[in-house]
């Protein structure tokens, strides 16, 4: 059992930064590959970054390629996202995923989920 804890989320402008926490209880944290997702207002949930269980490899959707990075510290059991450049249409609620194994840009493949953090970037 892995209980994922979002943080970091709030209001900013377009052009802003803000990096999002996810704290992962227990003590297997290095076993799991882990993702973001986000889901905008009226919207369903969509992939956006991915890294491996050593953090050796990353994958990042177009939309956000060049503008966020997905890392992981596996001693301290966290993995973040550094959003950078923030447009309006990032606007959403971001998620961070777990699954055991390599990672995966299919939602359905994850296994535990956070409750998600708002992040709201106004025009």
């Known amino acids: 059992q892995v209980q994922l804890v979002e943080s970091g989320g709030g209001l900013v402008q377009a052009g802003d930064s803000l990096r999002l926490s996810c704290a992962a209880s227990?003590?297997?944290?290095?076993?799991?590959?882990m993702a973001w997702f986000r889901q905008a207002p009226g919207k369903e949930r969509e992939f956006v970054a991915a890294i491996g269980r050593s953090g050796g490899t990353t994958y990042a959707v177009d939309s956000v390629k060049g503008r966020f990075t997905i890392s992981r510290d596996n001693a301290k059991n966290t993995v973040y996202l550094q959003m950078t450049r923030l447009r309006p249409e990032d606007t959403a609620v971001y998620y961070c995923a777990a699954r055991a194994g390599p990672y995966s840009v299919i939602e359905a493949l994850y296994d535990y989920w956070g409750q998600g953090t708002q992040v709201t970037v106004s025009s």
């Open positions: 227990g003590r297997t944290f290095s076993r799991y590959a």
